[in-house]
């Protein structure tokens, strides 16, 4: 098994985010991501994108970027503010971030915020995202951090609350899981990822802070504790720039047009591309495009 999917059909994500409530936390993450992403490459993918909250970060940076969710849902919303707003061009595609329809080293640069924590397994989750990525290319890694200044302050003071420094992932709700910072860098080492640099993010999210102090101020503050507090890693989100180990491998094709797909069934690259699907040419499965979005979930 590789993994699960959380399903977000249902569930107005944007709602979540709309309105004052975490702003706070919106623009922290604005401002850490600001900080690590950079030019560098052609193809940049956003893993697990939702509506491309986060997108004004990299919009426009890359020749070629891509949205990957599994929610038609989230993407259709992405779409539609997206193409308005990119000058570059930009794919969406629904899929399992486990199994992701690309040959090997497609990308340049990678991140994924605030989808770990919907995942059993992380470790086939890096393994993938190496897999699609060039040699010495880039990954932005957001997790819930289970070893916070707040969780270790209440398993001082209170009786019977959770281990925060226990090394395994704990389940704090129906599919979301905290992580510690070891078990993660444990992880992405074995997927051949380095890691670069360490932030804490939303370090003061804490009710009575945000009651008094507003979210533009908060977050001005949160932007500069992120790297300093990034090397005691105590805020409830750590982002992880990485850096994927450098190998020998055979000339990448250089040419930016078109995206090197690959069948998630029989793993075959020849793939055609028609106006309104993709068809395997070895299995013969076929991948529709629904209003310019490429539909690669598993039927
Ligand atoms: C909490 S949202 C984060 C979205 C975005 N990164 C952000 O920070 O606003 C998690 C997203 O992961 C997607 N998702 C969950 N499991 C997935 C999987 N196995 N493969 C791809 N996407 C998945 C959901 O559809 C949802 O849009
Ligand atoms: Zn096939």
Redesign the pocket.
């Known amino acids: 098994m590789l993994?699960?999917?959380?399903?977000?059909e249902d569930y107005d994500?944007r709602e979540f985010?709309s309105g004052k409530k975490r702003s706070y936390e919106h623009l922290s993450?604005i401002y850490a991501l600001k900080k690590l992403v950079s030019k560098k490459g052609k193809r940049f993918i956003?893993?697990?994108?939702?509506?491309g909250?986060?997108s004004s970060t990299y919009i426009n940076l890359f020749p070629q970027t891509v949205l990957?969710?599994?929610?038609l849902k989230?993407l259709s919303v992405a779409k539609k503010e997206l193409s308005k707003r990119s000058k570059s061009k930009i794919f969406f595609v629904a899929?399992?971030?486990?199994d992701m329809p690309f040959k090997n080293f497609t990308f340049d640069f990678a991140i994924?915020?605030?989808?770990i924590?919907?995942?059993t397994q992380p470790q086939n989750f890096f393994d993938e995202i190496s897999r699609i990525l060039t040699p010495q290319s880039f990954f932005i890694l957001e997790y819930a951090n289970k070893r916070n200044l707040k969780r270790m302050g209440k398993f001082l003071i209170r009786k019977g609350a959770e281990n925060p420094f226990f090394y395994e992932p704990s389940m704090i709700g129906k599919n979301i899981y905290n992580f510690h910072p070891k078990f993660i860098s444990d992880k992405l080492k074995l997927a051949e990822f380095k890691i670069l640099k360490i932030l804490s993010v939303s370090n003061f999210r804490l009710n009575f802070i945000k009651n008094i102090i507003n979210p533009e101020i908060l977050s001005k503050i949160d932007n500069i504790v992120q790297l300093p507090l990034g090397l005691i890693k105590t805020g409830p989100s750590i982002f992880v720039l990485s850096q994927k180990r450098d190998e020998k491998i055979e000339k990448i094709s250089s040419a930016i047009e078109k995206i090197p797909w690959k069948c998630i069934y029989c793993k075959s690259d020849i793939i055609d591309e028609k106006e309104d699907e993709l068809i395997c040419n070895q299995c013969g499965a076929k991948f529709p495009i629904i209003g310019g979005i490429y539909d690669f979930r598993k039927k």
Request: aromatic residues 18%.
């Open positions: 993994g699960e999917i959380v399903d977000y994500y985010w993450e956003d893993i697990g994108g939702g509506y909250r986060l990957l969710d599994y929610s989230n899929s399992d971030a486990y994924s915020i605030r989808l924590h919907h995942l």
